[in-house]
């Protein structure tokens, strides 16, 4: 079964930064596309970035610019490196294939202190 546990999250200040990271196994990051979504407190779960098999990036455009998603082929990991956070930035984030596995890890909380 194909398995992405997430991880890096944490309390951090407005302003402030973390790089969170999505392993994968059963399934190759290289050649697929790949996603960051995030559910805040009684929010739906949200399209965050999307990097595909051939590197293209894509944002939401709320993060476009503080947001940077890449990977790492030789680790078969995926990364989400935020900087300039908000308060509304607040969520659990989770990452995902593109189509969706049709379920989800645990994710990882990201807590943005105002």
């Known amino acids: 079964q194909v398995q992405l546990v997430e991880s890096g999250g944490g309390l951090v200040q407005a302003g402030g930064s973390l790089r969170l990271s999505c392993a994968a196994s059963?399934?190759?990051?290289?050649?697929?596309?790949i996603g960051w979504y995030r559910q805040a407190p009684g929010n739906q779960r949200e399209w965050v970035a999307t990097?595909?098999?051939?590197?293209?990036?894509n944002y939401a455009d709320s993060v476009k610019g503080r947001f940077t998603i890449s990977r790492d082929n030789a680790k078969n990991t995926m990364f989400l490196q935020m900087n300039s956070l908000k308060p509304e930035d607040t969520a659990v984030y989770y990452c995902?294939?593109?189509?969706?596995?049709?379920?989800w890890g645990q994710g990882t909380q990201v807590t943005v202190s105002s």
């Open positions: 990097i595909s098999s051939g590197g293209f990036t």
């Open positions: 995902n294939f593109l189509p969706g596995l049709g379920y």
């Open positions: 059963g399934r190759t990051v290289s050649n697929n596309a």
